[in-house]
């Protein structure tokens, strides 16, 4: 079966610095997905990125970027020059096709100090 | 375009009673899929929806039960309530494989 796993319940980051949020995987299949959702207290889940396991080029969105490295089954997601808006919780999750449905982490929660 | 969108955002209801939540998808999305989140589970797959039909479900009792409608909106519904059902019901839509929008949700508390 499935599983995603974040290590790091809480981070802290100063606001202008870069944060890096890990996420591991464990699956047997060669063709799925990979995503970080921000949630914050408004409780809507934001898409931050997404990956796609057949590409080797890491996925990036302005100053959110991805290190996915597919044989360690690991997706951290960097964030440079935090800003107080990026305080949240992130969950990464993990989708193959066929399955219809997201597998989540437990999730992160972020912190941004002015 | 609007987003997804889940009514009521806030429910109170007492154990033994049954429940429906209504989700909006985005127009022209047809999967539908819904989620429980709690601090003791986490995020929970419930089931989802493509053109009415039911494609997946997850490790939830029958009380749980959903269908999606011909306009693509969804419905679930719990029966006999419990404490443990109390959860944030999470509803996201897509065109049909991953990148799924979520909506704000519908917090439910039971009593």
């Known amino acids: 079966a499935q599983t995603v796993t974040q290590s790091q319940p809480e981070m802290s980051v100063q606001e202008a610095e870069t944060v890096t949020l890990s996420c591991t995987y464990d699956?047997?299949?060669?063709?799925?997905?990979l995503f970080w959702y921000k949630q914050p207290p408004s409780r809507q889940m934001i898409l931050v990125i997404r990956?796609?396991?057949?590409?080797?080029q890491n996925a990036t969105e302005n100053r959110f970027s991805v290190n996915f490295q597919k044989a360690a089954k690991s997706f951290s997601l960097k964030i440079s020059d935090s800003q107080l808006g990026d305080a949240a919780m992130y969950f990464c999750?993990?989708?193959?096709?066929?399955?219809?449905?997201?597998?989540f982490g437990t999730g992160t929660r972020l912190k941004v100090l002015a | 375009k609007a987003g997804v969108t889940q009514t009521p955002r806030y429910l109170i209801k007492t154990r033994g009673q049954q429940v429906t939540l209504s989700c909006s998808p985005i127009?022209?999305?047809?999967?539908v899929s819904w989620y429980q989140q709690t601090p003791g589970q986490g995020l929970q797959f419930l089931f989802e929806?493509?053109?009415?039909?039911q494609r997946n479900k997850g490790n939830f009792p029958g009380r749980f039960s959903g269908r999606q409608f011909s306009n693509s909106r969804s419905e679930m519904n719990v029966s006999t309530l419990e404490l443990g059902d109390s959860a944030l019901y999470l509803c996201?839509?897509?065109w049909g494989q991953g990148s799924y929008t979520f909506g704000s949700g519908t917090r439910l508390t039971v009593v």
């Open positions: 996201a839509s897509s």
């Open positions: 699956t047997s299949e060669s063709d799925y997905y």
């Open positions: 990956q796609e396991a057949y590409k080797q």
């Open positions: 999750a993990y989708y193959t096709s066929g399955t219809y449905k997201y597998i």
């Open positions: 127009s022209g999305h047809r999967s």
């Open positions: 929806y493509f053109s009415e039909t």
